[in-house]
Nanobody
């Protein structure tokens, strides 16, 4: 049984940093792609970043977080992190860890099989 558990969410001021962690259990990272979605208040879930499964482990970022967020994974510890720097109020929301083995448009929530319960990030101006 695949399980994902997020941690690290908090309330911070604009410009500060946070590091989110996703602890995975029930499988090893290969051949899963892993990523993060977020859901701002009153809005739909949106893809933040993900790591493509395979030997390259290519990182993909949403335009709004490029240069500020960094995704990484530790296959030994079965953890994934999202380092978020220079946070802005519009980064606020519930952040979800996701995983999948299948293909399909990564922006589509339906194409991600496994979800954590989320961790909340609130950024104040």
């Amino acid at each position: 049984q695949v399980e994902l558990m997020e941690s690290g969410g908090a309330s911070v001021q604009a410009g500060e940093s946070l590091r989110l962690t996703c602890q995975a259990s029930g499988y090893t990272f290969r051949p899963y792609s892993m990523g993060w979605f977020r859901q701002p208040p009153g809005k739909e879930r949106e893809l933040v970043a993900f790591i493509v499964a395979g030997s390259s482990l290519r990182e993909v970022y949403a335009d709004g977080v490029k240069g500020r967020f960094t995704i990484s994974q530790d296959s030994v510890e079965n953890t994934m992190h999202l380092q978020m720097d220079d946070l802005r109020p519009d980064d606020s929301g519930m952040y979800y860890c996701v995983a999948r083995k299948t293909a399909g448009g990564p922006e589509n929530v339906a194409n991600w099989r496994y979800w954590g319960h989320g961790t909340r990030v609130t950024v104040s101006s």
